[in-house]
């Protein structure tokens, strides 16, 4: 991928902070909705590992950093902007531009996870929590007393619209890794119920997945995580089913456009055929 010069003193600043965790956050006009999910990033607190925020611009038509409130925030050291290339018309793209930088430029990386610039965190300990999950010597799933290895970890998410927070949530179920099971949710979701939207925001990895976004133009986060689900083991993949990551926002500017357009149900039924067909090795 080509890495834009005005990118190297970034690639220096990350190399020298050296962070465990990697939140990435892609941003595209959020002025008016951002401070509120940086602020829910600086707060974050009993973290045992280095964590910074990737914030990569895709070219927003307004100048969003020189906020007063942003400006600040923006000055703390665990929080780093970067440029991606120009041309990017896919919101896959620039997320995949913060994958393919935190890999190449983190020596120590160890933990990928994903924040947009309208969303925030739900509690001031998420990533502490998140921690213990990948790395704790007494934390176990899967088998009791059995330290299993922890790649993937899928959380629910809160909801809320236009600054209020609604009374439903994306779940997070361990029904999910069951192949008809979640036939049924995205045969639900591929007609447009809400309550069967799958929480495809709050995947969280290790970087030695081969994990991208592919390029759908709506829904690429839950094709995403249909196929994290549909391939890794069922031992690898833990799943949250009471603790929330995020508060989501269903007032974005592209979640508004895709629900009004025929892509919105269409990429939903690509999604549902993609699980269908789905023959594992």
């Known amino acids: 991928m080509n890495i834009s010069p005005e990118n190297n003193k970034a690639i220096g600043y990350l190399q020298d902070y050296d962070p465990s965790i990697i939140v990435m956050m892609p941003v595209k006009n959020a002025k008016n909705v951002m401070a509120q999910s940086l602020c829910s990033l600086a707060n974050q607190v009993e973290m045992t590992r280095k964590m910074l925020v990737l914030i ?4 927003s038509e307004e100048h969003w950093e020189n906020h007063i409130n942003i400006k600040e925030i923006l000055s703390d050291k665990r929080f780093l902007m970067i440029k991606p290339p120009t ?4 919101v896959s793209q620039n997320r995949n531009f913060l994958i393919y930088f935190s890999i190449t430029y983190a020596n120590n990386l160890e933990i990928l996870l994903r924040l947009d610039a309208d969303d925030f965190l739900e509690e001031s300990n998420i990533l502490c929590t998140i921690e213990k999950y990948f790395f704790s010597s ?6 009791p007393y059995t330290r299993t290895q922890c790649n993937l970890l899928l959380m629910g998410n809160a909801l809320s619209c236009d600054g209020l927070k609604l009374n439903r949530i994306n779940c997070a179920s361990n029904r999910l890794k069951n192949h008809p099971s979640l036939l049924e949710q995205l045969d639900a979701m591929r ?6 939207e799958l929480p495809s925001c709050n995947l969280i990895w290790k970087p030695e997945l081969p994990i991208q976004y592919p390029a759908l133009k709506s829904a690429e986060d839950h094709l995403l995580l249909t196929h ?6 069922k031992e690898d993949f833990y799943i949250e089913e009471e603790k929330l990551y995020a508060n989501y926002s269903l007032s974005g500017n592209v979640t508004a456009n895709n629900k009004q357009a025929e892509i919105y149900l269409q990429s939903r039924q690509f999604i549902f055929n993609t ?7």
């Open 56 to 59: 990569s611009d895709d070219h």
């Open 87 to 90: 041309g990017f018309n896919k």
């Open 138 to 143: 007494t934390f176990y799933f899967y088998k």
């Open 191 to 196: 007609y447009g119920l809400p309550e069967a």
């Open 228 to 233: 994290c689900l549909l391939k890794y083991k």
């Open 275 to 281: 699980a269908l067909n789905y023959e594992p090795n």
